[in-house]
């Protein structure tokens, strides 16, 4: 009896974190075309014991405006952050560096029922001016986002993740948009050494600090909390999603996160959970188990990308 209510109160806390997945709701979308010249696309795949899931990631990654993004306690324009999330003033954070670059993934999520893309044709005319957003403005708005979040007092990813963009492809002929979930993420690339796995945040991808795994960052849970203090923490309080660099291999930087789980609602919806980052494409591996329900055993499994001479996925193949 004991067991069973303490199941039901369990069931209970989730609810509205299944209702609250299920039924996101979606600002007004604005419409990014897709330039091949500067976004690397990425197509990747998943098999599961029902059926392969498809997922396609758009990487943009350029040098910020470091007159900018070098002052950040000076004026943002608020009108790129959403006015729930303006932070208050913080001096103690990281400022850019000169050589840091910052990266924009689209990633294009699959159809939960089917786990296919769906591309349709769209006719370019029919898209109200005020709806495209250009390149330099999503450039200019990833910019502000990101020194409101340098702002914040707290690790809060609804300033560097957005829903509400779609992409546009152009194949020489047609356009083409999808009605698939898509999340956009930004991230700062840099490279600096640092020894400890919290010496991060949730939107730096540090290529110089010393590997964490993340069961070694478990192994050493009690230690990390008695940094912080004689209170007890759980290490996905004290990590909040912070991205730790896992590993690198030959040509990849492997990072995780710890997951947040469902009792830190502040972070709001994660992103790529883990992933995998190739200097010069941008994300070429991911998790995103925050996006798979009923939750399963294959929540977090990776998309994998897709061996170019083997892939018979195509955005002609999901046309409608």
């Known amino acids: 009896m004991k067991a069973a209510s303490c199941l039901l109160a369990y069931l209970l806390c989730l609810l509205p974190w299944v209702v609250a997945a299920q039924t996101l709701s979606l600002p007004t979308k604005?419409?990014?075309?897709?330039?091949?010249?500067?976004?690397?696309r990425v197509r990747l795949q998943r098999t599961l014991p029902k059926g392969t899931q498809h997922l396609e990631i758009f990487n943009l990654e350029f040098t910020?405006?470091?007159a900018a993004m070098q002052k950040p306690t000076g004026p943002v324009d608020f009108r790129y952050v959403p006015p729930a999330l303006w932070p208050a003033p913080n001096d103690s954070i990281r400022f850019?560096?000169?050589d840091d670059r910052v990266l924009i993934a689209l990633a294009v999520l699959p159809n939960k029922e089917s786990g296919t893309l769906e591309w349709s044709k769209v006719d370019r005319q029919s898209l109200p001016a005020e709806a495209i957003l250009g390149l330099p403005d999503l450039r200019q708005q990833t910019e502000h986002?990101?020194?409101?979040?340098k702002r914040s007092s707290d690790l809060n990813n609804n300033i560097t993740r957005r829903f509400d963009l779609q992409p546009v492809l152009f194949d020489g002929t047609h356009y083409y948009t999808t009605p698939n979930l898509t999340v956009t993420e930004c991230f700062v690339v840099t490279q600096f050494a640092t020894r400890l796995p919290f010496d991060s945040d949730n939107?730096?991808?540090?290529?110089g600090a010393t590997p964490f795994p993340q069961r070694q960052l478990w192994t050493h849970e009690s230690k990390m909390s008695d940094y912080f203090g004689s209170k007890p923490r759980d290490l996905a309080y004290l990590m909040r999603?912070?991205?730790?660099?896992?590993r690198q291999s030959a040509a990849d930087y492997h990072f995780s996160t710890v997951p947040t789980g469902y009792s830190h609602p502040p972070l709001g919806f994660s992103g790529a959970e883990d992933f995998?980052?190739?200097p010069g494409t941008g994300l070429v591996a991911a998790k995103y188990g925050e996006y798979v329900w009923p939750v399963s055993e294959h929540q977090h499994k990776f998309f994998e990308q897709v061996p170019p001479a083997s892939s018979k996925y195509s955005t002609k193949r999901s046309q409608k």
């Open 276 to 278: 995998i980052y190739r």
């Open 241 to 246: 999603s912070c991205i730790v660099l896992e």
């Open 96 to 98: 850019m560096r000169p």
């Open 30 to 40: 604005k419409y990014v075309f897709v330039d091949a010249a500067q976004f690397k």
């Open 145 to 149: 986002r990101i020194v409101a979040y």
């Open 203 to 207: 939107v730096t991808l540090n290529l």
């Open 64 to 66: 910020p405006r470091l």
